[in-house]
T-cell receptor, first 112, second 115 residues
Framework: LAKTTQPISMDSYEGQEVNITCSHN???????ITWYQQFPSQGPRFIIQ???TKVTNEVASLFIPADRKSSTLSLPRVSLSDTAVYYC?????????????FGSGTRLQVQP | SAVISQKPSRDICQRGTSLTIQCQVD?????MFWYRQQPGQSLTLIAT?????????ESGFVIDKFPISRPNLTFSTLTVSNMSPEDSSIYLC????????????FGAGSRLTVL
């Protein structure tokens, strides 16, 4: 399975840009990279998904280098409401069990 | 993307009893899953709920303890059988396919406390 490694926790302040990096050294050719956000007492929520280079949506950007062995979730100008746990998942999106495996996640704490 | 409703949202149960959690999706989905999340921990996949056939369980989870049903493309149940305090956890239903084809959508979870 494509094991993922993320920092356990990160701290930031409101208005700053936050970058969370996920390592996935044994990513396979058909694997996508998907990030989820989880608030307390809620299920995880999809943030962004990519295969290579850069993907941007209204919430975040995802940067994937050419070798795809890592990826970086970028949250621009965070607010207190971005305090959550962020999970990086790697795997085939339609059939792969690996795309179902959650690692330890990164607990982001945003301070005023 | 699909909207998932789970019930109960929380319950307090006695040791030795069983509880069934229901998961309803507002649209037809290809795949449904059940996860467990203990407080402060990550999510652990229990099983894939297969429509019209037996669920596929992950290592460490067995059908006798966690029987699962999926009678159609929008509904599934998870039963936690013969509960002990170690089963106190949050149980989450998830789905993939349908309008949110390539990503997982989650319910809010069912928080079980076993006394």
């Amino acid at each position: 399975l494509a094991k993922t490694t993320q920092p356990i926790s990160m701290d930031s302040y409101e208005g700053q840009e936050v970058n969370i990096t996920c390592s996935h050294n044994n990513i396979a050719t058909n694997d996508y990279i998907t990030w989820y956000q989880q608030f307390p007492s809620q299920g995880p929520r999809f943030i962004i998904q990519g295969y290579k280079t850069k993907v941007t949506n209204e919430v975040a950007s995802l940067f994937i280098p050419a070798d795809r062995k890592s990826s970086t979730l970028s949250l621009p100008r965070v607010s207190l409401s971005d305090t959550a746990v962020y999970y990086c998942l790697v795997g085939e999106v339609n059939t792969g069990r690996r795309a179902l495996t959650f690692g330890s996640g990164t607990r982001l704490q945003v301070q005023p | 993307s699909a909207v998932i409703s789970q019930k109960p949202s929380r319950d307090i149960c006695q040791r030795g009893t069983s509880l069934t959690i229901q998961c309803q999706v507002d649209s037809q989905v290809t795949m449904m899953f059940w996860y467990r999340q203990q407080p402060g921990q990550s999510l652990t996949l229990i099983a894939t709920a297969n429509q019209g056939s037996e669920a596929t369980y992950e290592s460490g989870f067995v059908i006798d303890k966690f029987p699962i049903s999926r009678p159609n493309l929008t509904f599934s149940t998870l039963t936690v059988s013969n509960m002990s305090p170690e089963d106190s956890s949050i149980y989450l239903c998830s789905a993939r396919g349908g309008s949110g084809a390539n990503v997982l959508t989650f319910g809010a979870g069912s928080r079980l406390t076993v006394l």
